[in-house]
């Protein structure tokens, strides 16, 4: 274990992060977490990542990774969750609004929790806006 620490720390150095190895894992989970202000605030889902996100992404890779694909997912769900809402009036959009609210939430603790961890994670169905 103190071998892949090291090999994280060296990584890190060459890399140019500012961010030690820790850091990088909270700032990369943060981005995925700050989604969770969108059931607080219209557009908080899009707003909390992009904002972690630019404070960040010069700072570290990893962090940057994240950002990016915490941004496109939200982006592709708001888009996802209008189009169930205008699916409401014929009655199949609750269902499937209900059923993205979920796997948002879910995906997005699954997210986070890799990010602690220090891996990378793709999300199911997101459209790739910024690359």
């Not at 700072?59 to 941004?71: A, I, T, W």
Request: charged share 20%; with cysteine.
């Amino acid at each position: 274990m103190e071998q892949l620490s090291d090999f994280r720390e060296q990584e890190r150095k060459e890399s140019g992060s500012d961010l030690s190895s820790s850091d990088e894992r909270t700032w990369g989970m943060l981005c995925h977490l700050a989604a969770f202000a969108g059931y607080f605030i219209p557009l908080g889902n899009i707003f909390g990542p992009l904002l972690v996100w630019m404070m960040k992404k010069e700072q570290s890779g990893f962090v940057d990774v994240h950002g990016k694909e915490s941004l496109n997912f939200q982006i592709s769900m708001t888009i996802y969750v209008i189009v169930a809402s205008i699916l409401t009036i014929i009655l199949i959009g609750l269902p499937v609004l209900i059923g993205l609210l979920v796997f948002d939430l879910v995906v997005v603790i699954i997210a986070s929790v890799k990010a602690r961890d220090g891996e990378f994670y793709r999300y199911p169905l997101c459209i790739r806006f910024i690359t």
